[in-house]
């Protein structure tokens, strides 16, 4: 292949007049041999410019990804490209050295071919990985150094998750290259260079990497622990060269000096959080855990120490460095040995660390006056916290108040001190608030506390609702957020704290103070009984305030606030819902407009998605308004059709969630147009939505049936749909919902003429035996799809089984079904499909003219129907017993006393105990255990109820058994000793137990219509208790 034409065809895709010729010529050359090894070549040229070489290296990495596995074949045609083997093994020889040659942005995307690599070639294709990282980390050419451990942090990255026992070809490896590193880490630590640097964090990366998840205990010995500990310790302890302070300071964190401590303290602090801390680890680690509190934990405290000292003194340290620090140190709190040596320092940290964290900062305000959205957006980010200094700082403070006596009290007193200090700077009175809040959940469960806690809101919060500042009207908004549970023993003061938050959320001009005010007054309404009341007349300028700020900030944790509000207010929304919901699809609209690659969209998706599900909610509340619904339905219809239209895949869940809640009641036209709609993105989009797009389509069938048979192109597309999943590789659980909408629909249809649909259902369902099915789920369903039709029409059904071929099959259609059907009687679960089950072998022993294979199975007949009789029982009482739950929830009392003395330890011996069983449950394999009552439960699908399951049928299998069994007795008697003769004494009992209930449910049944019209309710029906069987055989009189 001759490299000057990929050179040139790369340079194409850089020019946009080109771009498309060029990209043509590579995909057609790209299965070319030798093609993947050119690209290789051309990447690791140092003649080629960059632009080119990086050009090279995305497509590289790009078919790497694609092609490097074997994969199974999309179709038979033609066996799924792989990358040839003489190409691969000229990547394997070569891709090391390219990586350790390679300028930075080339070996960016050249670590990720090489993490591909590994994933499927490591150990088996490629075990000399190993024997090559060991040559270059062993070259006295330092130069190799950098390149050659990024190779093996890919290594290690691809067994991070992995649980140990999975991980020895790694353990393996590590075994030569831990020491090696650590050498290297000795020998280069003298050495503050960036470069050097860069090379000790990359060594710490991969050591993270190697312990995240599982400590291999057989890599660790006492010496080498100590050895790596000492050098941790090392570089969080040494200077940041002072230079480094010309940097700006936003820049200061990405420099190798700050990366490298982060790294180190990421290690520290993981190893203390989940090996060495005793009574909080799985029973492999007690013996780790004990040397490291002991040996190690203090002397590494020391240092973090030091840090935290170097923030109070106001030296820079660099945010992770910061929060990374205070971890380790909250976790040292529970432990006695640790907590001994932090406890003389601990009220200096809440003090000048703490608290300066918790205050509000001139980057903040910054943010606040040049970027408000992007102000809340930060605030409101869950994954700001996980690295954020503040949140660090909030969760040392509630374990160190909460877990050890007197820091409470002291930290207390040091927040009154601010908030009663007159002239005190009110940032500082927001640290002292924030510090107030973060304790509420302590300081509510303490008596001495909890009484004082409505002054403390009526004396220092509500006065800030005036101040000028946004971010303290912010702040009293968000203590009483979080402040919502306590016992108001003044109604006035709950009124104030309403009224005031209810101003701010209408009022004020400043969009975070909104924000926290939206919040505030939602838990307010939703943990104090009076509250709801004292809002109900401002419930219309409050949801629109809502509306406005969702669509202001688009922010998700609002469209939760207006869920809850719309749940709590559901009468007084009602009138507005129709207002509400055109809200709601602008704001929808304007999010999803959003492009993908736009900075926020993953935010933007989860609003959009918190929005759909607020209009869904809208549609439950005003469900019994039909005009209103019908009003509704003409704006979700837009926003379903925007979706649809667009192939926006992300939201298709939802948007069928709301077709689904617009069709219950009825289905009007506007909604029978929306499902060639919903049939063509089927088949565009594949069979990924199908068990989404199942509840609608269950309603097409069930609530306006007489539309569905009006016109056959309706029916056409469904079963086109059930088809398609059942003929392809969509997976089981969709094949099962497939089967069961067939099912749906033959028995919705009994007697409306379906009958030239029948074989096509029957063939489509029995066809699917004929190929693996690993689930018995799946099985029993597609037999129930036969089992319907049975019932549906008994000859029907056994003609469709007669013209029926497979190929490969010489046994007769009929007799597979039916030996099948008796063979997997057991597996079939739940209340409607043993149901069906009873009420397909009714109608077939009720045959006049019975295939031959119904007479060889005779004598398993009522056997099976005295277990499917028992499994009903079994599952109509575990119904009854749902129902007459009650959801008594009691709370029980706080205890009021979880502090630790000094030299106690926090020992978790729930955690330790669930520990313990989740890695005995992670060794078992899974094998199905036999659950007493797992047969009694609902099964998945029977939520997609049918006429046989509709309680105004009076279809009751029990009545219908007992008719049809004495309806033979008295007209077949040959055959009724046929299917008697052989019955145990136990099947015969069971059979009277039976009867007995037939008689029961029909008087019950009788008393329930008289009760309908008005009659008389009988408690206890009277019915006999046995019966005359006439002679030795069994039977119903």
């Not at 190993?130 to 691809?158: E, M, P, R, T």
């Not at 509420?440 to 002054?455: G, N, S, T, W």
Request: glycine share 4%.
């Amino acid at each position: 292949m001759d490299p000057n034409n990929i050179i040139e065809a790369l340079r194409g895709t850089m020019d946009p007049a080109l771009r498309e010729a060029a990209e043509r010529q590579l995909n057609e050359a790209n299965k070319a041999v030798t093609f993947v090894s050119t690209l290789l070549q051309i990447t690791m040229s140092d003649q080629l410019d960059l632009p080119v070489r990086q050009a090279g290296v995305i497509y590289l990495k790009n078919t790497i990804t694609q092609f490097w596995a074997e994969r199974e074949a999309a179709s038979s045609d033609a066996p799924a490209f792989t990358i040839p083997d003489e190409d691969q093994q000229f990547i394997r020889d070569n891709i090391i050295e390219a990586i350790i040659q390679s300028p930075e942005l080339i070996r960016v995307q050249l670590t990720t071919c090489i993490h591909q690599i590994i994933k499927h070639d490591y150990p088996g294709r490629w075990p000399a990985v190993v024997d090559k990282i060991g040559f270059y980390l062993q070259s006295d050419n330092s130069a190799y150094w950098l390149g050659i451990l990024l190779c093996l942090h890919q290594l290690v990255k691809n067994y991070e998750y992995k649980k140990s026992d999975e991980r020895s070809p790694l353990v393996a490896a590590m075994q030569h290259f831990l020491p090696m590193m650590k050498d290297r880490f000795v020998q280069l630590l003298s050495d503050s260079s960036d470069q050097s640097v860069l090379i000790q964090k990359q060594i710490f990366k991969i050591f993270y990497a190697l312990v995240q998840y599982t400590l291999p205990l057989e890599l660790i010995s006492q010496q080498n622990l100590t050895e790596w500990m000492e050098i941790l310790k090392t570089v969080v302890d040494r200077d940041v060269p002072p230079e480094t302070l010309q940097v700006d300071e936003d820049d200061r964190p990405e420099l190798p000096w700050w990366k490298c401590k982060k790294w180190a303290l990421h290690i520290l602090a993981r190893l203390f959080e989940r090996y060495g801390s005793p009574g909080n680890v799985s029973k492999e680690y007690n013996e780790f855990a004990e040397v490291f509190l002991k040996g190690y934990a203090v002397s590494i405290q020391q240092v973090l120490l030091k840090v935290l000292y170097q923030y109070k003194e106001k030296q820079y340290v660099a945010p992770r460095v910061l929060q990374q620090t205070l971890n380790y140190i909250n976790q040292g709190v529970a432990h006695a040995v640790t907590w001994k040596n932090l406890k003389p320092h601990i009220q200096g940290i809440i003090q000048d660390v703490v608290f300066p964290l918790m205050c509000y900062t001139d980057a903040d305000e910054e943010l606040w006056q040049e970027d408000p959205y992007e102000y809340i957006r930060m605030k409101f980010d869950v994954f700001e916290d996980f690295i954020s200094p503040t949140t660090a700082a909030q969760t040392l403070l509630y374990t160190a108040c909460s877990k050890r006596k007197e820091v409470l009290q002291k930290s207390m007193g040091f927040c009154y001190q601010i908030l009663t200090e007159p002239t005190v700077d009110p940032r500082k009175k927001d640290g002292a608030l924030h510090m107030i809040g973060s304790l509420a959940e302590v300081l509510l469960k303490k008596k001495i506390y909890k009484d004082q806690m409505e002054f403390m809101l009526q004396n220092h919060v509500f006065p800030l609702f005036n101040s000028e500042l946004g971010y303290m009207r912010a702040r009293a908004c968000w203590v009483l957020h979080y402040f919502c549970e306590v016992k108001f023993k003044n109604d006035q003061n709950l009124q104030t704290a309403l009224e005031l938050t209810r101003r701010c959320l209408i009022e004020d001009k400043e969009m975070p103070v909104k924000v926290e005010a939206a919040i505030a007054l939602q838990v307010l309404i939703s943990n104090q009984e009076k509250a709801k009341e004292y809002i109900k007349p401002f419930i219309r300028p409050v949801m629109q305030a809502l509306l406005h700020i969702v669509r202001e900030t688009e922010n998700d944790d609002l469209t939760n606030v207006i869920q809850k509000m719309i749940c709590e207010y559901s009468e007084e929304v009602t009138p507005i819902a129709v207002e509400m919901t055109q809200h709601l699809a602008m704001t929808f609209n304007q999010v999803i407009h959003t492009g993908p690659d736009e900075e926020g969209s993953d935010d933007k998706a989860v609003t959009a998605m918190g929005i759909l599900n607020t209009i869904d909610t809208l549609l439950s509340v005003v469900e019994d308004h039909k005009e209103i619904t019908q009003q509704l339905e003409g704006i979700c219809l837009q926003v379903i059709g925007t979706v649809l239209q667009q192939h926006v895949l992300e939201f298709y869940e939802e948007i069928l969630s709301l077709a689904h809640s617009l069709t219950c009641q009825q289905v009007s036209q506007q909604m029978w147009q929306l499902l060639p709609l919903v049939f063509e993105v089927f088949q565009q989009d594949g069979f990924d939505y199908y068990t989404d797009m199942m509840p609608l389509l269950h309603n097409y069938i069930t609530v306006d049936t007489d539309t569905l048979l009006s016109d056959t192109k309706y029916l056409e597309m469904i079963y086109s749909m059930c088809k398609k999943v059942l003929t392809g590789d969509a997976g089981e659980d969709a094949e099962c919902h497939a089967a069961k909408l067939l099912e749906v629909i033959i028995l919705q249809c009994k007697g409306r003429g379906i009958d030239q649909c029948i074989p096509l259902f029957v063939e489509a369902a029995l066809e699917r035996l004929t190929r693996e099915v690993k689930t018995s789920e799946l099985r029993t369903m597609c037999l129930q799809v036969a089992i319907a039709a049975l019932y549906y029409s008994p000859h029907l059904l056994l003609t469709t089984l007669e013209n029926l071929h497979f190929p490969n099959n010489t046994e007769p259609i009929t007799t597979q079904f039916i030996n099948q059907w008796l063979n997997d009687v057991d597996c079939f679960l739940g209340l409607h499909d043993r149901k069906m089950c009873v009420l397909g072998l009714c109608a077939l022993i009720e045959l006049e003219q019975r295939p031959q294979i119904v007479n060889q199975v005779v004598g398993q007949i009522l056997p099976a129907l005295t277990l499917l009789f028992g499994g009903l029982k079994r599952a109509y009482a575990c119904r009854a017993e749902h129902e007459n739950d009650s959801d008594d929830d009691d709370d029980g009392e706080d205890d009021d006393e979880n502090e630790l003395g000094s030299d106690e330890d926090d020992i978790d011996e729930d955690g330790q105990e669930y520990l313990e069983m989740l890695a005995k449950q992670a060794g078992e394999d899974g094998d199905d255990e036999e659950w007493e009552d797992d047969d009694a439960e609902e099964t998945a699908l029977e939520g997609y109820c049918t006429i046989v399951d509709n309680e105004d049928s009076n279809i009751d299998e029990y009545q219908i058994f007992k008719t049809v069994l004495q309806s033979i007795q008295n007209c077949d008697p040959t055959w009724y000793q046929a299917l008697t003769c052989n019955l145990t004494d136990e099947h015969r009992k069971q059979l009277q137990d039976i009867g007995t209930l037939a008689d029961q449910r029909r008087a019950a049944l009788e008393s329930k219509m008289i009760e309908k019209h008005g009659g008389y309710k009988f408690n206890a029906p009277v019915v006999p208790t046995s019966f005359n069987f006439g002679g030795s055989a069994p039977g119903m009189n």
